[in-house]
C-alpha cells in the first residue's frame, strides 16, 4: 500500500492550495482517509477526515477553511485549504485506516507566508 501526497507549496496568507493524496493497493474503498499535520517543535495532529461513508470531521482550527473530500474512481483524497494563516505552516501528511491498520504517506510541505 502507497499513499502519494502532493499539492504543498509557498502560499500568501488569505490563500488556497489543494492537497491530494492517491492511493495504490486495494484498501481505499472501505478506508477512514485522513490529513495529519506537523509543524515545526509540534506534535501532529489531525487536520480533517472522512470515512468511507463520506461522513466528515475537522480540527476546529480549520472548520470553514478546509474541506476534505474524497473520489472513489480515482483512489483519490483531497484537502481544499483556503484562506490559508501562517500558522496553517506545517508539513502535510495523508493518512488511511483500514481495520486495526494505518498507512501513511510521505508529507507535503505548505508554507505560509505573512
Known amino acids: 500500500v502507497q499513499l502519494q501526497a502532493s499539492g504543498g507549496g509557498l502560499v500568501q496568507a488569505g490563500g488556497s492550495l489543494r492537497l491530494s493524496c492517491v492511493a495504490s493497493?486495494?484498501?481505499?474503498?472501505?478506508?477512514?482517509m485522513g490529513w495529519y499535520r506537523q509543524a515545526p517543535g509540534k506534535e501532529r495532529e489531525l487536520v480533517a477526515a472522512?470515512?468511507?461513508?463520506?461522513?466528515?470531521n475537522y480540527a476546529n482550527s480549520v472548520k470553514g477553511r478546509f474541506t476534505i473530500s474524497r473520489i472513489y474512481a480515482k483512489n483519490a483524497v483531497y484537502l481544499q485549504m483556503n484562506s490559508l494563516k501562517p500558522e496553517d505552516t506545517a508539513v502535510y501528511y495523508c493518512?488511511?485506516?483500514?481495520?486495526?491498520?494505518?498507512?501513511w504517506g510521505q508529507g507535503t510541505l505548505v508554507t505560509v507566508s505573512s
Open positions: 493497493g486495494n484498501i481505499f474503498s472501505d478506508a477512514t
Open positions: 493518512r488511511a485506516d483500514r481495520g486495526y491498520r494505518a498507512y
Open positions: 472522512i470515512n468511507s461513508g463520506g461522513s466528515t
